[in-house]
C-alpha cells in the first residue's frame, strides 16, 4: 500500500552545508512535490552598509560569502566605480583576474569534495580536500589571509605580484595539472559514484532558461551562459574564455549532478589556463588609480549616480547595484543579487520523481550560498501568515505604522 508523507529536510541536517529547509511531498521513497523555505540566517549586510562609505562597505561585502568574499568584492568595488567614474590600471585588472580565478579554483575543489562526501565517497572527499590546500596556500602568500583576502580597493588592488608569488603560482598551476586529473578520473570512473549522480536531479535546457539558472548549474543544462565570455570585464577580454558546457565533451547534456560535476572539473582546468595567461601577460604599471585614502574618499564623497555590476562568480552571476549620493559620503544604498538567488527557484524541478535518499545531494548540486541570497521574511503576529514581501510594501507598511502613530499623538 502507497502511503503518502510530507517530510522536511534542512535547516540543520547532516547532509546539508547549508541552513535550508526543503518540505518534500513523499510517495513511498518517492519525491513527487517540494516547497523551499528560506529564512534562517538573513544578516542585513545590505542594511549596514548605509552607515559606511564605500571603503567601509568592502569589508561588509567580503563577508557576504566566505567561499566567493572576492568575487563579491570586485563586483562591488566595479558598481562603485561605475557610479563614481573611476578607473581601474591595467596591471590591477589583471590581477583581480588572477585572485578570481584562484577563488573559483578554490570553491570548485571544495564543491567537488563535499559532492564526494555527500554520496559517502569519504576517499575521494579527502583527495579533494588535499588538493584545495595548495591553492589556498597561494591565496595565503598573496594577502596574509586564507579567507577575505582584502585584496581589492576602489579603484585598483593593495598587494602586487612578487617575484615570490609568481613562483608560488606557476608551482600550483604545475602540480594541479599533474596531481588533479587523479582524482577526477576517480570519481567519474567509478560505478557506484555515476549511479549516484547520473540521471539524478536533471533540470532540462528549457527549464533551465525558464527559470533563469545560473553559472555552472545552468551550463550543465547545455546553455552557454558566462559573463566571462559574453560580457567580459577586468582583463578577460584578453583571454578568450569560451562557457564549458557537456555536450563540448561528451556530446550531450543531461542537466543533472554528474553534470554540474563535469563542468566545474572542466572549469578547474580553464582557470589554470587563465592564471597561466594572467601570468605572462601580466602588464606594468600601478595597481591603484589612486593611493592616497584621503583623496580617495574625497572624490568619493562628491560622487553622484547609480552603478551596476554583473560578475560571473564560482556559482554564477552576481550581481550588485550601488546608489552614491553627492554630498554624503555613505552609501545611500546598494542591492546585492547573489547567484544561489536564481538557481535555488529550480530546486522543486531538480526534486520531482527523484528518491528522498538524492534530497540533499540535489540541494547541494547548486553549491548554494543561503548567506548570500537571504530576504527578510515579515510574519503578522496576530495571525501567523507570513509572506516575502516587497520593498514597495515594506515601505507602505512603514508609512502606515507612522500614520497610526502620528494620530495617537494627536488623539
Request: proline residues 5%; negative net charge.
Amino acid at each position: 500500500m502507497e502511503k503518502k508523507y510530507k517530510v522536511p529536510i534542512g535547516p540543520v541536517h547532516v547532509g546539508l552545508k547549508e541552513p535550508i529547509t526543503a518540505w518534500l511531498d513523499l510517495e513511498g521513497e518517492k519525491i513527487v512535490g517540494a516547497t523551499v523555505r528560506p529564512g534562517a540566517i538573513h544578516r542585513g549586510i545590505e542594511f549596514m552598509a548605509r552607515d559606511r562609505n564605500p571603503i567601509q562597505v568592502i569589508y561588509l561585502s567580503e563577508r557576504i560569502c566566505g567561499i566567493c568574499s572576492f568575487a563579491h568584492v570586485v563586483c562591488f568595488l566595479r558598481a562603485v566605480e561605475d557610479a563614481a567614474s573611476i578607473p581601474v590600471p591595467p596591471r590591477a585588472q589583471y590581477i583581480r583576474a588572477l585572485v578570481l580565478e584562484l577563488e573559483r579554483l578554490h570553491s570548485h575543489m571544495l564543491w567537488a569534495g563535499v559532492a564526494c562526501y555527500t554520496i559517502g565517497f569519504d576517499s575521494a572527499f579527502h583527495l579533494g580536500m588535499v588538493l584545495r590546500e595548495r591553492v589556498m596556500d597561494v591565496l595565503e602568500v598573496l594577502s596574509g589571509n586564507r579567507v577575505n583576502y582584502g585584496v581589492a580597493t576602489v579603484g585598483g588592488v593593495r598587494w602586487d605580484v612578487t617575484a615570490e608569488l609568481s613562483k608560488t603560482v606557476k608551482d600550483m598551476v604545475k602540480y594541479y595539472k599533474r596531481e588533479f586529473s587523479p582524482f577526477y578520473d576517480v570519481v567519474t570512473a567509478d560505478p557506484i559514484a555515476k549511479a549516484r549522480l547520473r540521471d539524478v536531479g536533471v533540470l532540462t535546457y528549457e527549464e533551465a532558461i525558464a527559470h533563469s539558472a545560473v553559472g555552472p548549474t545552468v551550463r550543465a543544462s547545455g546553455v552557454r551562459a558566462d559573463l566571462r565570455e559574453s560580457s567580459p570585464y577586468e582583463a578577460y577580454v584578453d583571454f578568450g574564455v569560451k562557457a564549458v558546457v557537456p555536450q563540448d565533451y561528451y556530446g550531450k547534456a543531461y542537466g543533472d549532478v554528474f553534470d554540474r560535476f563535469l563542468v566545474r572539473v572542466h572549469e578547474v582546468y580553464q582557470s589554470l589556463d587563465i592564471i597561466e595567461k594572467v601570468m605572462e601577460g601580466l602588464p606594468e604599471g600601478d595597481i591603484m588609480w589612486e593611493k592616497n585614502l584621503n583623496k580617495v574618499l574625497a572624490y568619493l564623497k562628491k560622487a553622484e549616480g547609480t552603478g551596476m555590476s554583473s560578475i560571473e562568480a564560482p556559482r554564477g552571476d552576481d550581481t550588485h547595484v550601488v546608489h552614491l549620493d553627492g554630498g554624503d559620503e555613505n552609501v545611500t544604498w546598494w542591492k546585492v543579487r547573489a547567484p544561489t538567488y536564481s538557481n535555488a527557484v529550480s530546486w522543486p524541478l531538480m526534486f520531482k520523481d527523484n528518491e528522498l535518499a538524492d534530497a540533499p545531494l540535489i540541494i547541494n548540486s547548486i553549491d548554494p550560498c543561503i548567506s548570500c541570497m537571504e530576504r527578510m521574511l515579515v510574519t503578522d503576529a496576530s495571525s501567523g501568515d507570513q509572506k516575502v514581501v516587497t520593498r514597495t510594501e515594506l515601505l507602505e507598511k512603514c508609512r502606515e505604522k507612522t500614520r497610526r502613530l502620528m494620530q495617537n499623538d494627536r488623539n
